[in-house]
């Protein structure tokens, strides 16, 4: 490999130039950044590189928001149940809540925009009986029904960003002052943005580009009455609520929203909800106001031959990159942290930009930069992670955050970096711009469709979770593989059918989630679509419940389809007689011990034609059936590891009946992908474990040779062409 | 123990007078019984013994049976699901069922009693859209919706009585003809059932007890194609259905069914399913039905001054013993299978009957009797399993069935039933009559209530079911426990309220099912009932998905009582903090290890004031709260075993508050049970287990001794009165 350079950003800090000069030279690097805790000195600025300068648009004034305390960022909370014991019954509403962050809104009318909703029956209870008792934040009801449950959901004033209020707990800040966010929809904030920005500009001439960390509104994330997280979902809309907001929307759309519609029985219309019409059409408004917003944001710094850049995360809210709306805003860039393949390609899969970037782990503080510890351990695991994401579809530029000073102290990190800086640039200067080799075209298909691509089964972002991780790591193992991907949505297959290009369908995840898809399940359109399309031919693969809504006699509803079911109690009296496993399958002709993560329980086959792969003592984890000319395959959970994504590869394959098609440009070893470019005439074997590793390899005629590969290793071949 | 005699009922069979009179003398034996494959000799039947002889009412004459064949019993059968590939579909509706068995109703007009249903809409399909192929037992639906699923529901005769047929396939009866089950509702049927009892009275002059097995209709069991179980439903009203019952029906309650109000999706009305008040409507029909038809019969049988015995099993759909029409019936006496506490509390409870018989196990079938095998060892543990239930409610008689001769190879067998049979007398002449000491009484809650007492969670009776053992263990625990036990309905607290003498309700079941409740739980009038109950001091133990259904916010509708709710995945967003177990708890002062049976996943406290006695990596399997003055205890599931039920014993007495009454009439040793009786002065201290037992008791003033138990054994004291 020859020494390159570009493509890097590094972070850098005061009075740190000749190690900073050292470093960008050693990693190539041709770009530096601040964050939001260091600044760079002037002569850092004059190096050869391109300057970052993060900027915040809606925080970080203080003098200004506290002159407009009316234009403070709004959310729309619901209390906790409270059970009435009598026919009176007080509320203390702000309970659980962190009084340093929330503050109620009592400037617009309480009985107006607030409400008061008995969770026994469901009822809203009328206004007339029920007061608000300013000085004690109290509720009262008259004529509660004893033994019922109440809630309130209220409008508050945000009055502490929640990214800065993490910071400034996490790091002991003091009393340092809090950041007041505020909103872009009221008139002097709008207007100060735009002005401040502009002066900004003039004020930065040696910034080339100006990272945006990030417009508006900051995903949900509100903290207790100890101050610690209480409900974090990175792609919630809590913040772009307001009164403001709310009366545009009816203005827009022709109605008006409820509180419930935002605060959804405290699940604040999470990712896993089904999304209601009101909130598309709620998240729809935002995204068009904030397009607009940012594209005079953007103009203002193309005025001055800067770059935007865009932060996907923090205050993103309305920016979805796979939106309608976000070609409109002329961003130039956005950059991502990359945790793993999922992320990655959720940042280099992204249309519209000139470029994107990758923010790489470790970040560069001391909970990994500790003495005794190996930072390149997790730079290791984090390129392997990502690489084989980039070998699909590379970033255009990779970066680190934190503090640089703190990854020069370790020299065999400096060394790695090193490596993988270069590896990055031989593969990007390889094949940036050329179609990689795809066997098959894959759809995953949930109730959100493209706009939540690569995103599906995320709470917070890289944050585990339980409910979460079986199906996680169905997006991880499609991040590197040689498939095509594409997120549909139900409403996609209603108003278009499957789309032509696609080979196999997946759908994935906990009954009643969005991503399984619930109620969707009822509609007829969508159940007689998939049967037709998966009986011509097409595969369909069902991951935990799929398909799964309780309706006339089956739970899911493509059991057809799939061959499987599951009991929930109601039909124990039917003999579920086919429990035998196959002697040997297609999909798991390489892996021996399987990992269903949290599996399943009571799935049964529907009849003996059902191929039962894997049969545990809580039921099938694994099976096939055929439905004409197609297959549906049913796994109980896929987490991400080498042998599931071999797996998941194998049943991507055999269910779209391609399985002659199997070994070219294919591995035999699981901890090796083979990724070739034909109109370059070049292929690429990885090694993704950090072990040696023997593999056959099929070229792209389906021709073996044998290699070996070096722990991480990635070798490029250059394609034989037969006669 | 003296040697003592009667209560004891033997089976016996021809050419076995010695042998017979040999086991009735060691066994203490007054009673003698044939069976569906033994007669008794004209000598066996002069012997000192009551004669019981086997009728069949509704089987067993096929001359009659086949003169009317429009008097067979019939079924309502649903077919398969059948896939729509284009707009005419083509149904064999039979498939997979037993044509030996099943045999379509072409008598009365399909197009009026039979139902083709659209499962992917779940609409009814015009009659004018489909036809019956008789020649080929199809229904061609036209005009189909491509792609949707279709079923048929269809009437059909059931040309084999389920029992003979079981009897026949399994000891391969080949030719032998195939009883044919007729109907009590059919004019030529009843009468014939009635004179040929009337006749078979006198010709049986011997004959002390009819023993019925049983009356009209068989639960439901039906076969598949091979011959093999398909669908068995010991509650099941299957066959009580035909055409005379449905327009009888229609004339008495003034609306008609629908064929899906029995076919029920499929499901066919299980026990699992909340029943619907059509179905309610249903079995209280047949109930009164066959109440008045049986109190006929049973009226022949005393004419002849003969006992009316019912067999609790087979054809004894409509006569259950707790329902509100039994009383009428005049029966003298029930026989039922005792296979553990549970089941012989479900025969020695039964009310309006002069006495009660078990029929314990092994049967004396060679399946159990074989050289090399002991089924003294079996024997024993059915009797230790029994004896504590009958400590708390004495069956009148004990007895056992199968082959005599093959009991009578095995002296070891031979010597334990004598012991057994000693024993059973010793305890039954000590506290028949007697009121057993009752720490706390237990209502155990759920959509059946009194009807289904003592059969919550069962299929096929004594069959082990994945889903339902978990549950089962409640009942068997609760069994033989210090506590009065009773089954009440949602309709009870709606109409009523929680009976005065409650202390304890237990709700316990999967989510949907009619043992959690389903439905009932958006009822406000149910959860404020409870919740006010318990407020002022009652206790709660919700198993597994207690009070579940998915309705505001909550899926326990009890959340705020149990102090828990699960996480659907909707709410993950909010962070779960309270995870940390509780030191120690009342409930779990005995064991140290758990085991929870299926437990439950992603249960999690609701606020800090949960005590959490077990959490694993699934969530949380047991804990407690209080709720104004009372408690809520939420356990995973509780499989039977002696630990988890004093685990259930004392989450009992901590739900109700009653921790300092535990060292009443108490063992400190789980393996050993304490049963009081104060008004005759006497309490007795079993051993469980087939080990020596050391235990502390606690006598009624809390005074401790310590005693050794032998094997199995039962030690009658004396109670010493102070002072
Ligand atoms: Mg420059
Ligand atoms: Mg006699
Ligand atoms: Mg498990």
Redesign the interface.
């Known amino acids: 490999m020859n020494k390159s350079t570009g493509r890097v950003t590094l972070p850098s800090e005061q009075n740190f130039l000749n190690e900073t000069k050292e470093l960008m030279e050693r990693w190539g690097a041709d770009a530096l950044r601040d964050s939001d805790g260091t600044k760079l000195d002037d002569e850092i600025k004059q190096l050869d590189a391109k300057i970052y300068t993060t900027y915040f648009v809606a925080r970080g004034n203080n003098e200004f928001a506290e002159q407009h305390p009316e234009e403070t960022q709004q959310l729309y909370l619901m209390s906790q149940?409270n059970?009435a014991?009598d026919k009176s019954l007080e509320i203390d509403f702000l309970k659980g809540y962190f009084e340093d962050q929330i503050k109620p809104d009592y400037i617009h009318n309480p009985k107006e925009w607030w409400e008061v909703?008995n969770?026994?029956?469901?009822d809203v209870v009328d206004p007339a009986n029920w007061e608000v008792k300013q000085e004690t934040n109290q509720v009262i009801i008259n004529q509660a029904?004893?033994?019922?449950?109440y809630?309130v959901s209220f409008l508050a004033y945000m009055i502490w960003d929640p990214t800065h209020m993490y910071n400034h707990i996490t790091n002991n800040w003091g009393d340092k002052p809090h950041d007041i966010p505020f909103d872009a929809r009221q008139p002097f904030s709008n207007q100060f943005m735009k002005d401040y920005l502009e002066n900004w500009l003039k004020e930065n001439p040696d910034t080339d580009v100006v990272r945006f960390t990030t417009f508006f509104y900051h995903f949900?994330l509100i903290f207790?009455n100890l101050g610690?997280?209480?409900?974090?979902?990175w792609f919630?809309y809590g913040a772009s609520v307001s009164v403001a907001a709310l009366e545009a929307f009816a203005q827009e759309k022709g109605y008006r929203l409820r509180p419930e519609d935002i605060v959804d029985?405290?699940?604040?219309n999470?990712s896993?909800?089904v999304p209601t019409k009101a909130y598309l059409d709620y998240i729809d408004f935002i995204q068009q106001f904030v397009a607009k917003e940012v594209k005079e944001l953007v103009s203002l710094v193309h005025d001055q031959d800067k770059e935007a850049m865009m932060f996907l995360g923090d205050n993103w809210i309305g920016t979805e990159p796979y939106g309608e709306y976000f070609k409109e805003t002329g961003i130039d860039a956005v950059v991502g942290s990359v945790g793993d393949g999922t992320t990655l390609r959720l940042i280099s899969d992204i249309p519209h930009v000139s470029y994107t970037e990758g923010r790489f782990l470790p970040y560069f503080f001391p909970d990994t930069f500790y003495e005794g510890n190996n930072p390149a351990i997790e730079a290791n695991e984090n390129w392997l992670a990502a690489r084989r994401a980039l070998m699909r579809s590379p970033l255009d530029r990779i970066g680190y955050g934190g503090y640089l000073s703190l990854a020069y102290k370790f020299p065999e990190f400096v060394d790695y970096v090193e490596k993988v800086t270069d590896e990055f640039r031989d593969i990007y200067d390889t094949i940036k711009g050329v179609k990689p080799y795809t066997g098959l075209n894959v759809a995953v298909l949930n109730a959100w469709g493209k706009i939540r691509t690569w995103q599906t089964h995320m709470?917070?972002h890289g944050k585990w979770?339980?409910?979460?991780y079986s199906y996680h790591g169905i997006t991880e193992a499609l991040s590197g593989m040689a498939v095509d991907v594409s997120f549909i949505s139900f409403d996609d297959i209603i108003n278009n059918g499957v789309p032509e290009e696609v080979d196999v369908i997946i759908n994935a995840?906990?009954a009643?989630?969005s991503f399984s898809g619930g109620e969707h399940w009822k509609n007829?359109k969508v159940?007689?679509?998939l049967?037709?399309w998966v009986?011509n031919g097409g595969g369909l693969i069902g991951v935990g419940e799929p398909s799964a809504i309780?309706?006339?006699?089956?739970y899911f509803?493509l059991?057809?389809v799939l061959g499987v079911d599951k009991?929930?109690?109601?039909?124990?009296?039917?003999?579920k007689?086919f429990t035998e496993e196959a002697d040997s399958h297609f999909i798991t002709e390489d892996v021996s011990t399987f990992n269903f993560g949290?599996g399943m329980?009571?799935v049964y086959a529907l009849s003996e034609d059902t191929d039962i792969i894997v049969h545990t003592e809580d039921g099938i984890h694994l099976s096939s059936t055929t439905f004409?000319e197609g297959r549906g395959v049913y796994i109980a959970g896929i987490p991400y590891s080498y042998e599931n994504t071999r797996l998941l590869l194998r049943a991507i394959y055999y269910s779209a009946g391609k399985e002659e098609q199997w070994k070219i440009w294919q591995s035999s070893n699981l901890n090796c992908e083979v990724h070739a470019y034909p109109s370059i005439n070049k292929y690429a074997i990885i090694n993704n474990s950090n072990v040696e590793q023997v593999t056959d390899v099929y070229d792209g005629n389906g021709n073996k040779s044998t290699i070996t590969l070096q722990p991480s290793e990635i070798k490029w071949e250059e394609e034989q062409h037969e006669g």
């Open positions: 149940f059970t014991k909703i969770r026994t029956t469901g029904e004893p033994w019922h449950e809630t949900t207790d610690k997280e209480k409900f974090v979902d919630g029985r405290g699940y604040y999470s896993f909800r709470v917070a979770y339980k409910q979460a995840g906990d009643g989630t007829e159940t007689a679509t049967r037709e009986y309780h309706h006339q006699g089956r509803q059991a057809n009991e929930l109690g109601y039909s124990l009296s039917t003999n007689y949290e329980k009571n004409g």
